[in-house]
T-cell receptor
Framework: NAGVTQTPKFRILKIGQSMTLQCTQD?????MYWYRQDPGMGLKLIYY???????DKGEVPNGYNVSRSTTEDFPLRLELAAPSQTSVYFC?????????????FGPGTRLTVL | AQTVTQSQPEMSVQEAETVTLSCTYD???????LFWYKQPPSRQMILVIR????KQQNATENRFSVNFQKAAKSFSLKISDSQLGDTAMYFC????????????WGAGTKLIIKP
């Protein structure tokens, strides 16, 4: 099992550009999450999904969109990138019935907006 | 509001020593799960240990153990025989089962193991 994979690992965007951060998990987990981590800070929840076709906002959703068309994939879309979106982005997944609450994280995507 | 407090922003100990990281949380719920995650310089977030609130027995994972005091809402992490590879940020978190499993995170403790 690869676990949770994220692409790309690094990306530099110009202000106003858009991009999609990819996240895939092969553990058949129902729950998936997107977090951002600013330098020296903890994680803030952007969006989450409890299953294919179902998504909901977290603490800091502005400027982002998500979709969940399959159990495996949970892409995060940044529209009109702004310097405030410079951060490290983590995707995570969680099983519903086994080990409730435990989240497994991808390696992160470091995004810089200039 | 549910909160997690880690009162030690940074700690450092010598290799092979034992260190305890503190964590307190606030919830009025009775059923929840508690976690310690480790984030080394590679930035990968790694699960260290998990505790179910309805279990009185403290969780252990090799050199890592917790002291779970439910009444005091305290969940400290003890690292025995610390190793250089334990150098990392450590985050305490908890989750309520009826919250769509949204983790509530502490601000983290930076742990430095000195040779």
């Amino acid at each position: 099992n690869a676990g949770v994979t994220q692409t790309p690992k690094f990306r530099i965007l110009k202000i106003g550009q858009s991009m999609t951060l990819q996240c895939t998990q092969d553990m058949n987990h129902n729950y998936m999450y997107w977090y951002r981590q600013d330098p020296g800070m903890g994680l803030k929840l952007i969006y989450y999904s409890v299953g294919a076709g179902i998504t909901d906002k977290g603490e800091v959703p502005n400027g982002y969109n998500v979709s969940r068309s399959t159990t495996e994939d949970f892409p995060l879309r940044l529209e009109l990138a702004a310097p405030s979106q410079t951060s490290v982005y983590f995707c995570a997944s969680s099983p519903w019935t086994t080990s409730p609450g435990t989240q497994y994280f991808g390696p992160g995507t470091r995004l810089t907006v200039l | 509001a549910q909160t997690v407090t880690q009162s030690q922003p940074e700690m450092s100990v010598q290799e092979a020593e034992t260190v305890t990281l503190s964590c307190t949380y606030d919830t009025s719920e009775n059923n929840y799960y508690l976690f310690w995650y480790k984030q080394p310089p590679s930035r990968q977030m790694i699960l260290v240990i998990r505790q179910e609130a309805y279990k009185q027995q403290n969780a252990t994972e090799n050199r890592f153990s917790v002291n779970f005091q439910k009444a005091a809402k305290s969940f400290s992490l003890k690292i025995s025989d610390s190793q250089l590879g334990d150098t990392a940020m450590y985050f305490c978190a908890f989750i309520l089962p009826d919250s769509n499993y949204q983790l509530i995170w502490g601000a983290g403790t930076k742990l430095i193991i000195k040779p």
